[in-house]
Nanobody, 119 residues
Framework: QVQLVESGPGLVKPSQTLSLTCTVS??????????WSWIRQPPGKGLEWMGA???????YYSPSLKSRTSISRDTSKNQFTLQLSSVTPEDTAVYYC???????????RGQGTQVTVSS
């Protein structure tokens, strides 16, 4: 079965770039026709889709985050990564990676990783 695990620093300073990696096991990120997404949940709020990369490497981003977000992949490691630039405390959230696109069920999903933006 497919499993996803997020990794990266738990604390990022304001104005810096947040970088997270999702390692996928049990299936390939190049398998047609899957999308692979990053999602976040700020404290007390709902899930927010941030963006996705497809099985062929095409990327899609949330319009509200597009100017600060970059998603890439390393097919040799079966990983995809998130970079969010110019972070502020409002970017504090639990970040998840998942299989699925913007309007999908996001299953399976990683366990999530807490990222706090603070000086």
């Amino acid at each position: 079965q497919v499993q996803l695990v997020e990794s990266g620093p738990g604390l990022v300073k304001p104005s810096q770039t947040l970088s997270l990696t999702c390692t996928v096991s049990g299936g390939s990120i190049t398998t047609s026709f899957y999308f692979w997404s990053w999602i976040r949940q700020p404290p007390g709020k709902g899930l927010e889709w941030m963006g996705a990369i497809t099985y062929s490497g095409i990327t899609y981003y949330s319009p509200s985050l597009k100017s600060r977000t970059s998603i890439s992949r390393d097919t040799s490691k079966n990983q995809f990564t998130l970079q969010l630039s110019s972070v502020t405390p409002e970017d504090t959230a639990v970040y998840y990676c998942a299989r699925g696109g913007k309007d999908s069920s996001w299953y399976p999903r990683g366990q999530g990783t807490q990222v706090t933006v603070s000086s």
